[in-house]
Nanobody
Framework: QVQLVESGGGLVQPGGSLRLSCAAS????????MGWYRQTPEKQRELVAT???????NYADSVKGRFTISRDNHKNTVDLQMNSLKPEDTAVYYC???????????WGQGTQVTVSS
């Protein structure tokens, strides 16, 4: 089993920054792809960023240049540094880990990010 715990969400003004963290525990292996997704009542859950065990990253076009994903394979953690936040970034952010071959996936409980003045 794999358990994911997110932290770092909150309320921030437009142009501000937040750093989200996710800690994975249980039967986790470095081969798992780790990432962040977000969801609003108006939209389906969408990919924000992913990172492989080797450090290859993938970002949604809407966050490129503003968000940075990183991971620590020894500690089994993945972070998302969010800069220049916009109101449209408001969403519940979910941590995700996925085995690249079996496609087994695990989700965190989600953390609310609200960007508003």
């Amino acid at each position: 089993q794999v358990q994911l715990v997110e932290s770092g969400g909150g309320l921030v003004q437009p142009g501000g920054s937040l750093r989200l963290s996710c800690a994975a525990s249980g039967s986790i292996f470095s081969i798992y792809v780790m990432g962040w997704y977000r969801q609003t009542p108006e939209k389906q859950r969408e990919l924000v960023a992913t990172i492989t065990s080797s450090g290859t990253t993938n970002y949604a076009d809407s966050v490129k240049g503003r968000f940075t994903i990183s991971r620590d394979n020894h500690k089994n953690t993945v972070d998302l540094q969010m800069n220049s936040l916009k109101p449209e970034d408001t969403a519940v952010y979910y941590c995700n880990v996925k085995h690249p071959i079996s496609r087994s996936a695990y989700w965190g409980q989600g953390t609310q990010v609200t960007v508003s003045s």
